[in-house]
């Protein structure tokens, strides 16, 4: 252990490095050797912290020599001696993980004062105010984050100062008050049988440590769970000689952007204030005022702030968040890093920097992932919508929701978890706060700028979120908020809209949001990259144009059930089910087939030039009767009221006598699918008329139609080639009528394991298969799947019995490998086999990157769920979904 390098200081790194010396310190590295203005400092790598879970102590008296020897060279590069007694060297001491966590990990500034070294910053720097508001911050700051002190504690001293001395900020403490609150500070520690360390060397040797544990805190731990980022990385240390934003008027601290966060807008974006510390903007403690505003206040520094964030952008060829300090005029930038932005934003500033010359197309569709495009199609509330404005805040992250009003983030989880919307209010947030955060609809505080906690984690999240609304008066203990005379208590409903920083009392209704025209280029430059197609499933004329708006390439999946629950058409499709011969079967099947006939027409009319997948009657017929005891309860009703003999009462008595007839013990393993077509020919017959007679009608018109016409749930070659049979007998039909072909295949649904085991055989007669997953999931496992999800699937999950719900993500090794033996010898009895999947799995990300694997021509999902799959779909083809 003691012959690895573990420190590394500026000139040495670079960053490409972000593994070794983390996303924090790397940059640090490459700012400094470009020559930008960046304190000196070092950085402690990723592998110590690695060793250090594996051997605390081992690991620290390795390391310590190195972290020595950088210190003396960071004395002789800044002039000051670290615990000197003269001109002090003070550092942070700040984690830098390989991929950026926004707040989740520790930082303690200020570090290397004590007693002595306070006195000999006062008279260095000629300001004793200014000193002992470092000590002051510095105590605290490491109470928290080393000596694992309530926090809370010490800003209740923090705040009876202020009274005490009639001020309301901490910048506005005299010198004395400030002295008088060091030692009640460290009185406090004293309490808790602690004793506070005055060594600066043992302060940074236990800052150290305090930062590798901070990788494993349950707040680090749940970000990294959210954002599936590996718990194996480790953070690095960087330690950095303090520069001073609280000296006076002339120094300040900010946070900024170079373009909105929010929107994507390429302006400069954020936050500063004057004669404050970094952690004063972020923390919610002060409201920040704009960037711009550093225009007017310190104008050469706000040059040169916005030079050098264009130098950035340009090297890094991504949107930078980045932290700066002006120390007696000098600017300095203490940090840049990719910025997190909302879906809206990521959109916009890809294909902004395409247009700009700095990325490539292919570049700009990795930088949007899917999960951001399902951000995108988050409800909004209607802009035209009037409505009573509650509370006016800053518009922090946008997009809207509607909750329940809750002050606590762990009951934010318990409530979200048990599928409530829930608002999260609080006067500010913490990175405690990160799984109340992640379960809310949406987050509200009455503190914080644009680029507090709140805000920054929310863009991150996906959540809309007002911040800084000032107005509120919340109460934690009594559960209760306070604006404009109006109290609203824990689990009364709000909305709020994150757009524009509005609050509202009660549900107000939300929109779907609609393409922007950056949306409809991200996604042209993926299907560029793609492999697989994405379809649609819609069963209506409107589903097959809104499919169409989202991008489909066709329709995978037309349940013509669906075609029947319509209030008008359900009387005659019972009229069908509970005919008694094939006569009267014939006479309700011919009105059923005008109404099919209207919807094909609409369908493929809105699906011109484009294939569509018609799958013919899948359920058992007694879905389309009323439930028996509902129809018993009416029928007594009339036998009550002496209607007994009316035709209602016959009518009834028929189909209960029809329902009990075809009551099943397992209706999804029974009477349905493709044996419903064989057993009533009739019933197939009527629906594949209804298809050629559109297609017909529209082919005269010159429309271009493509019909594929699906059997559901076949099993054996012989179900296979008796319904090919019949839909090609009753083609020629056609053709002969129109005088030519008709550009139609026949295949099946892959839905039973049976099927997908002789798929060799089925293919001798299918041209095409479209893996239903749903049904197929289910016949896999032998789940129900409403018993399974209702009943154990989410314990068999959190357990890890099931890595996730198979339903949502495609069982690779069960369900999977059916895939795969069926694309094997359906390929190899027909080669140019059309190959796609139509269940719920083919909107899901990590399920469309297996499909990609498989070479399969296209999945289809909801009408809505289209562009998420068609950005999974090109980021399967570029690997970055395995």
Known sequence: MSGEKWVYEYEHGSAEMKGLLGGKGANLAQMWNIGLPVPPGFIITTEACKAYWVDPRGLMDSVWPQVSDAVARLEERTGKVFGGERNPLLVSVRSGAPVSMPGMMDTILNLGLNETTVKALAEASGDERFAWDSYRRFIQMFSDVVLGLEIGEFEFLLSRAKGEQGCSYDHQLTADSLKKLVGQYLRLVESKGISFPTDPWDQLRSAVEAVFKSWNTPRAVTYRNIHKIPDDLGTAVCVVSMVYGNLGEDCGTGVCFTRDPSTGEKRLYGEFLVN?????????????????????????????????????????????????????????????????????????????????????????????????????????????????????????SPGAAVGKVVFDADEAERMGKNGEDVILVRPETTPDDIHGLFAARGILTSHGGMTSHAAVVARGLGKPCVSGCEALDIDLAKGVMRVGGKEIRRHEVITIDGSRGLVAYGALPLVQPSFTEDFRELLSFA????????????????????????????????????????????????????????????????????????????????????????????????????????????????????????????????????????????????????????????????????????????????????????????????????????????????EAELGRKIPYMVGTMIEVPRAALIAGDLAKEAEFFSFGTNDLTQTTFGYSRDDAEGKFLAEYVR???????????????????????????????????????????????????????????????????????????????MGLID
């Open 276 to 396: 404050a510390q970094g952690e004063d903007v972020v923390a919610g403690i002060r409201t920040p005022r704009p960037i711009s505003d550093l225009k007017d206040a310190m104008p050469e520094v706000y040059s040169e702030l916005v030079r050098l964030t264009d130098l950035l952008e340009r090297h890094y060829r991504d949107m930078q968040d980045i932290e700066f300090t002006v120390e007696r005029g000098k600017l300095y930038l203490l940090q840049t890093r990719n910025g997190k932005r909302t879906a809206k934003a990521a959109v916009k500033v890809a294909v902004d920097m395409v247009r700009e010359g700095l990325i490539s197309q292919e570049e700009a569709v990795k930088r949007v992932t899917p999960d951001q495009v399902e951000q995108l199609l988050h409800p909004q509330l209607d802009p035209s919508l009037k409505f009573d404005v509650l509370a006016k805040g800053l518009p922090a």
């Open 799 to 877: 357990m890890h019995i099931l890595g996730d719900n198979p339903f949502h993500v495609l069982d690779r090794s069960g369900v999977g490998r059916l895939l795969e033996i069926a694309v094997s010898e359906g390929r190899a009895q027909r080669e140019d086999i059309q190959i796609g999947i139509c269940g719920e799995h083919g909107g899901n990300p990590k399920s469309i990157a297996f499909c990609h694997r498989l070479g399969l021509k296209y999945v289809s999902c909801s009408p809505f769920r289209v562009p998420v799959a068609r950005l999974a779909a090109a980021h399967a083809a």
């Open 527 to 734: 299907d560029r990259v793609s492999k697989l197609e994405v379809w649609a499933n819609a069963d209506t004329p409107e589903d097959a144009e809104r499919a169409r708006g989202f991008g489909a390439k066709g329709i995978g999946l037309c349940r013509t059930e669906h075609m029947f629950m319509q209030a008008d058409r359900l009387p005659v499709m019972q009229e069908m089910v509970a005919s008694t011969d094939r006569d009267e079967r014939l006479e309700a099947l011919g009105k059923l087939k005008v109404m099919q006939k209207e919807d094909f027409v609409g369908i493929f009319k809105a699906m011109e030039g484009l294939p569509v997948t018609v799958r013919l009657l899948d359920p058992p017929l007694h879905e389309f009767l009323p439930k028996v005891p509902e129809m018993t309860e009416r029928l007594e009703e009339l036998i009550a009221q002496g209607k007994g003999d009316s035709p209602e009462a016959c009518k009834i008595r028929v189909l209960i006598q029809r329902a009990e007839s075809l009551k099943e013990a397992n209706p999804m393993l029974g009477f349905r699918g493709c044996r419903l077509g064989i057993i009533y020919p009739e019933i197939y017959e009527m629906q594949v008329e209804a298809i050629f007679e559109a297609v017909v009608e529209l082919m005269r018109q010159g429309v271009e139609v493509y019909p594929d016409i699906m059997m559901p749930l076949v099993g054996t070659y012989e179900e296979m080639r008796r319904l090919r049979e019949m839909v090609d007998r009753m083609a020629q039909r056609f």
